[in-house]
Nanobody, 119 residues
Framework: QVQLAESGGGLVQPGGSLRLSCTAS????????MGWYRQTPGEERKLVAR???????QYSDSVKGRFTISRNNLKYTVSLQMDSLKEEETAVYYC?????????????WGQGTQVTVSS
């Protein structure tokens, strides 16, 4: 059973930095994509950044130049370095991983980690 464990969330001041980490366990297959999404109350979950197995990277327009995603395919981990954080980026951040398993494409989500940006 694949499980994703997230860490690194917390309270920071505007302009501050946080580094989120996610570790996948229980997988016998490579993750073709790993990334981060965020969600605020009453809103849908939205992409922040993702990285493919071939290291193709996609960022949402709002975080380009400030956030950096990285992954280790052997350790099944993905991290997100967040710099110059803004108050409007307060949200629950979720780790996501996708893989082909048993002829089916499966998606997995972590339970989320709270990021609060406030002065």
């Amino acid at each position: 059973q694949v499980q994703l464990a997230e860490s690194g969330g917390g309270l920071v001041q505007p302009g501050g930095s946080l580094r989120l980490s996610c570790t996948a366990s229980g997988s016998s297959f490579a993750f073709v994509g790993m990334g981060w999404y965020r969600q605020t109350p009453g809103e849908e979950r939205k992409l922040v950044a993702r990285q493919s197995l071939s290291d193709q990277i996609q960022y949402s327009d709002s975080v380009k130049g400030r956030f950096t995603i990285s992954r280790n395919n052997l350790k099944y981990t993905v991290s997100l370095q967040m710099d110059s954080l803004k108050e409007e980026e307060t949200a629950v951040y979720y780790c996501r991983a996708g893989q082909y398993k048993g002829g089916h494409f499966a998606e997995y989500w972590g339970q989320g980690t709270q990021v609060t940006v406030s002065s």
